[in-house]
């Protein structure tokens, strides 16, 4: 991990491994750490770039609401910093598929193609918005791992408790030592979302669209709806995965991107 200084804060980041950039963005309250099946997947023939978002993991932690605009900001920069001036292949996860649609309109030259995974393009309703800002008050007032416990049922497959309580385990530790500020500073920032939903036929980038089959928050169902108002997208089914298939069940994940890069290159 290498410390960057982005707009005037320092983003801790993972990078790893030379070829055609990937920068990989985690869900939300989590951190790069999420992507470790996709890292050892393609850093042999890809540079593997993977930050912390600010509030998370050991990136520096800033008042809220932080913005899907302002974590898209960050990025940009910090590929400045990083010397990647050739467009990247942005692969992000639930919060991360809101700040890549904030990419995607600002800069879209930046982006040679778009992986989301288990994510949404409409905006909160007014109870998701209420719901956002009660989950912001509860982690300031009771503490990370309190989110934590009330989160984790709704991101994993049944499938996965059954096959791998390690996983589930191993995240419920992550999410309890994020920072409670960078938590409710993100929550803020997602309840103020906007909704992108008319500006997907828009846009013209190579985009793979990934779900678990057992995805309750991004159902299959809402993004398929996505992928076929996309001129240029398709989306993969992944079977004993929740909210967190890349993490869930990697290797049809990995499968997937790696056809998609593949055809990318044709």
């Known amino acids: 991990m290498k410390k960057v200084t982005v707009n005037g804060i320092s983003l801790a980041t993972y990078e790893e491994g030379n070829g055609p950039p990937i920068l990989f963005v ?3 309250p989590l951190s790069h750490s999420m992507w470790r099946a996709q890292f050892e997947a ?6 593997v770039i993977a930050p912390d978002l600010r509030g998370f993991g050991d990136s520096d932690v800033t008042e809220g609401p932080v913005t899907m605009e302002q974590y898209a900001d960050d990025l940009a920069l910090l590929l400045d910093e990083l010397n990647v001036d050739e467009p990247v292949v942005l692969c992000g996860l639930s919060m991360g598929g809101y700040i890549a649609w904030q990419l995607q309109q600002k800069c879209p030259e930046r982006l040679r193609a778009l992986i989301l995974c288990d994510t949404r393009a409409i905006a909160d309703t007014s109870e998701g918005v209420r719901n956002r800002k009660r989950l912001a008050k509860m ?3 009771n503490g990370s791992a309190a989110v934590a416990t009330a989160m984790l049922p709704s991101l994993f497959s049944p499938a996965t408790g059954d096959r791998d309580q390690s996983t589930i385990d191993e995240l419920r530790q992550t999410i309890a030592a994020t920072s409670p500020q960078g938590i409710a500073a993100a929550a803020l920032g997602m309840a103020e979302r906007s909704d992108v939903t008319s500006l997907l036929p828009s846009i013209e980038t190579p985009s793979l669209l990934i779900v678990g089959e057992d995805d309750g928050i991004s159902t299959p169902e809402e ?3 996505i992928a076929d108002a996309m001129p240029d997208a398709r989306l993969v089914e992944i079977p004993e995965a929740g909210h967190m298939s890349p993490l869930e069940n990697p290797e049809p994940v990995n499968t997937a991107i790696r056809e998609f890069l593949q055809n990318l290159s044709m």
Do not use: I, L, N
């Open 26 to 28: 985690h869900g939300f």
């Open 42 to 47: 393609f850093s042999p023939d890809h540079r």
């Open 139 to 141: 982690v300031v007032e």
């Open 223 to 225: 993004m398929q709806t």
